[in-house]
């Protein structure tokens, strides 16, 4: 960051100082500069590249909390030990870490050591992430570590590992956006989740740029867009599988670039063949002439930039999402072109760092891997320990605090910068299973509702309070400087974990963060994002530094660092990029009479996370003061339910309460619910715990939901009742995830093979009346064979009576369609609105006319099976 004078909130006195850091929010990681010494503490932004100079309300407020009279000054334990009904009460630091470490030795000598299990967060910094990771397979020896980020941005770093070999939110300035000629949102809002980015669109639309946001919402990006594309949830893939189909089909692939640059090709162009854009119509919503736009000014733009984020992530199969629109992006050569490419929008504000440097299950620092046995053998030579002495990976988020309390569990938890108990998805069975633990430890600087649950609550500092280094979504690594010092008794984590390691024997572990950071520079070095020629001189000297940035000879340059990747190779063995095949399979959970609407979750403007720091501030709670559900005007109407009424939404996991908020700007069929309330609106108490098979991400943006209407407004929400809730399910040894079959098979030769299906004549015709259709005769009737799908695509008939007749379209014995010939007429219809036909379906055409008519039909129903 420059080091230009820094105007001052106020008159800068002796007793103040003013320091430039960053928001402890999103990854934008906005610059700011905080002036301290009386309290309280106020701020101003900074020309920095990600916010020129905005910030957002959460930005703004956030000194408010730094005072906040709910913050937490002293360590508290319970009142009696091991009992978590007896209250808790302040404490000394040696009494609360005495617990900590007692539980530790005891749990480890009765269960083993992976009976004691670590949580993290992305919104610890770089230095306090890696050294937590140490922390667990150093002093702790144990497998059990993973963190939030598993919820956040996992799908899209499997996408970006198996495609292009490497793991960067963005890899490219955000600055690129401005000059985008094309620029496509997929399941993103930045307009509300990270307010200053808009900066950069709004230049990109001011000089014409077409940006498309695909989204169920017609979100505040979404009003600002050219096109919206509103999907059904959940079928983001199809629709990406769409594009690339009609791009195949209309002669707008890169060939020059897929052949130069890539592998695979030819089993993706295998793999879309099959999803024409009538059938990604109906499985989407998205109309044919929106998906033709779509990829054309995609394909046409002299830049453009494909950007996913939650919306498409969050799902069973969030990786493959992800993949189909990497897909697309590098079918139209744009990955590794100057002001193009491919990306993902990172949530927390360490979400990048905090995935890199060991918190995640089956990772070490450098995202080096921890079953592999170079990897172990360099970190462990930077730990100073025998490689065998590492534990080997672990179980991923959920699947870690599924299984809290179980034999083969964790069974005593510590747990940094994160809120399970409402971020969690099932958050009900979670918070059981938080019960269930022999011991629970939480740092935090407020009671959140995981805290509430803990045996010893630790008080952490809060941003302006500490030092160390974060990467934002870019990955830039920037510098988090102390403002102020925290409040007395209060420690950062880093020095937290310091002195847990050295209460429990281990050596090496340090409290100074420039120490730390350096120190995780040598175990990076040489892996996937290398930190060894980052220092905090270099980032002092400018506005970060990007990497991959290795350590050079001590005589030579020092690497600039790496804002933009890809640009000559990828970081594959062959440096091609790889197309991988992906197909379309439904949600986890369908709708069905008991749960007939769709539900999905995500963030307000007002709001962070889990809310534990925004819902305690005054002035975003004046903007949002309680969680609203959205509902399209005529699911309204249908359920007697007007805005502002208490409304309840139940699903297969528990129920929750909100205020209505009708709008038209969702799909009549899908409810949104945000994500950071707790208690009796917690929307991670409803979503489905389904994992994706490649990430282990939750399925947190579909499942099915009922509604209904609880009553009139209110300025308090009810708690639902208690007795109403499904009980948690008992606890179950999780068992290896079982190999998905795609919904087709991912190996096809080219062209697809497919086979037309007509069911065709003329027959004779007596009518027995209107209401008595039968059948017309056994050749107007097909079985799809065993393994096959198929599709009806148009149906035409001739009547030569002189009386109106009609056909039904029968499926398995039930009508889905009837078609009208009028007297000595025809009829054309192309059948957009019927579904995909799977193998042993029946399809029979029958036929009624007035009674006593006769004359001759003429029939041709269209299929074709795949």
């Not at 940094?416 to 958050?427: E, K, M």
Request: charged share 20%; aromatic share 6%.
């Amino acid at each position: 960051m420059s080091a230009a004078p820094v105007p001052s909130a106020v008159p800068a006195g002796p007793r103040t100082r003013t320091t430039e850091t960053h928001c402890p929010y999103c990854s934008l990681q906005c610059g700011m500069a905080v002036t301290a010494g009386d309290r309280p503490a106020t701020l101003v932004p900074l020309d920095f590249p990600t916010n020129r100079g905005g910030l957002c309300a959460k930005g703004w407020s956030a000194p408010e909390l730094l005072d906040h009279p709910e913050r937490l000054t002293r360590p508290l334990v319970r009142a009696v030990p091991g009992d978590r009904t007896s209250p808790l009460v302040e404490s000394t630091w040696d009494e609360a870490l005495d617990r900590v470490v007692a539980a530790v030795r005891r749990t480890q000598a009765e269960h083993g050591r992976d009976a004691v299990g670590c949580f993290g967060g992305g919104s610890l910094t770089n230095e306090q992430a890696y050294q937590f990771g140490k922390f667990a397979r150093v002093a702790l020896r144990t497998s059990a570590i993973d963190y939030n980020g598993r919820f956040c941005m996992s799908s899209a770093a499997g996408a970006a590992v198996r495609g292009l070999g490497l793991d960067r939110g963005l890899p490219f300035p955000l600055s690129d956006l401005a000059g985008a000629d094309v620029v496509v949102l997929v399941g993103s809002n930045p307009a509300d989740t990270m307010p200053p980015a808009m900066q950069h669109l709004d230049a990109g639309r001011a000089r014409g740029a077409l940006h498309v946001v695909v989204d169920p919402r017609r979100t505040a990006t979404a009003r600002a867009a050219g096109l919206h594309l509103q999907p059904l949830p959940g079928t983001d893939l199809a629709l990406a599988n769409g594009l690339l189909h009609l791009a195949v089909a209309e002669g707008l692939v890169d060939e020059a670039y897929v052949a130069a640059r890539t592998t695979g090709f030819e089993a993706v162009r295998d793999a879309v063949a099959s999803y024409w854009p009538d059938r990604v119509e109906r499985i989407t919503g998205v109309p044919v002439a929106q998906l033709r736009r779509t990829v054309t000014a995609l394909a046409r733009a002299g830049n453009a930039v494909v950007l996913t984020a939650r919306g498409a992530e969050q799902h069973r199969s969030g990786t493959d999402t992800a993949t189909a629109w990497l897909n697309l992006a590098l079918a139209l050569g744009l990955p590794g072109r100057p002001g193009s490419g491919w990306g993902t929008l990172t949530g927390q504000g360490n979400g990048q760092g905090g995935r890199e440097h060991g918190q995640k299950a089956d990772q070490l620092p450098g995202y080096r891997r921890l079953a592999d046995p170079a990897d172990r053998a360099h970190v462990a030579a930077v730990w100073g320990v025998d490689p065998a002495d590492l534990p080997l990976p672990g179980r991923s988020a959920f699947e870690l605090l599924d299984a809290l309390g179980t034999d083969g569990g964790v069974r005593a938890l510590l747990v940094l910068a994160s809120n399970v108990a409402v971020s969690a998805p099932d958050a009900r069975r979670v918070v059981s299973r938080l019960g269930d633990l022999d011991f629970l430890a939480v740092s935090d600087f407020f009671l959140s509702e995981t805290a509430e649950l803990a045996d010893v609550v630790l008080p952490s500092a809060m941003w302006a309070e500490e030092s160390g280094t974060m990467t934002n979504l870019e990955g830039r690594v920037i510098r988090r400087r102390r403002a102020l010092d925290p409040p007395d008794g209060v420690r950062d984590d880093l020095a937290l974990l310091a002195e847990l390691a050295q209460r429990l024997g281990a050596r090496g572990f340090s409290a100074d963060p420039e120490t730390v950071f350096a120190e995780l520079g040598r175990a990076s070095a040489g892996g996937a994002a290398d930190y060894s020629g980052i220092t905090y001189d270099r980032i002092d000297a400018g506005q970060g530094v990007f990497w991959p940035c290795p350590a050079t000879p001590d005589d030579g340059p020092a690497h600039p660092g790496t804002p933009r990747l890809f640009t000559e190779r990828f970081a594959t063995p062959d440096g091609r990029a790889r197309f991988v095949p992906v197909h379309h399979v439904e949600a986890h959970e369908q709708p069905d009479d008991e749960y007939p609407y769709v539900l999905t979750t995500g963030r307000v403007l007002a709001h962070y996370q889990s809310g534990t720091q925004t819902r305690r501030t005054r002035s975003l709670q004046l903007v949002a003061p309680m969680p609203r559900a959205e509902l399209h005007p005529d699911l309204a109407r249908r359920l007697g339910i007007a805005h502002d009424d208490v409304v309840e939404l139940a699903t297969r996991r528990g129920r929750a309460r909100f205020a209505a908020a009708v709008t038209d700007a969702i799909r009549p069929d899908t409810v949104f619910a945000p994500f950071h309330w707790g208690g009796g609106s917690s929307a991670n108490a409803l979503t489905d715990p389904a994992l994706d098979p490649v990430s282990r991400m939750p399925a947190f943006k579909v499942c099915a939901v009922a509604v209904t209407r609880v009553g009139g407004p209110a300025e308090r929400l009810p708690a639902p009742d208690a007795a109403g809730q499904p009980a948690p399910r008992p606890h179950a040894r999780p068992t290896p995830p079982a190999p998905r079959s795609p919904s087709r098979s991912p190996r096809r030769s080219h062209p697809v093979r497919s086979s037309p299906r007509f069911l065709q004549g003329v027959f004779p015709l007596t009518g027995e009346g209107l209401a008595k259709p039968g059948p017309v005769d056994p050749a107007l009737r097909y079985q799809v064979p065993a393994g096959a799908t198929a599709q009806a695509l148009y149906f035409r008939g001739g009547n030569s009576t002189p009386e109106l007749v009609y056909v039904l379209l029968v499926r398995d014995g039930e009508p889905v369609r009837w078609f009208p010939i009028g007297a000595k007429g025809d009829v054309h219809v192309p059948l957009r609105v019927v579904e995909d036909l799977p193998g042993g379906t029946v399809v029979e055409l029958h036929a009624a006319a007035p009674e006593g008519v006769t004359g001759e039909l003429v029939v041709d129903l269209g299929l074709v099976e795949v």
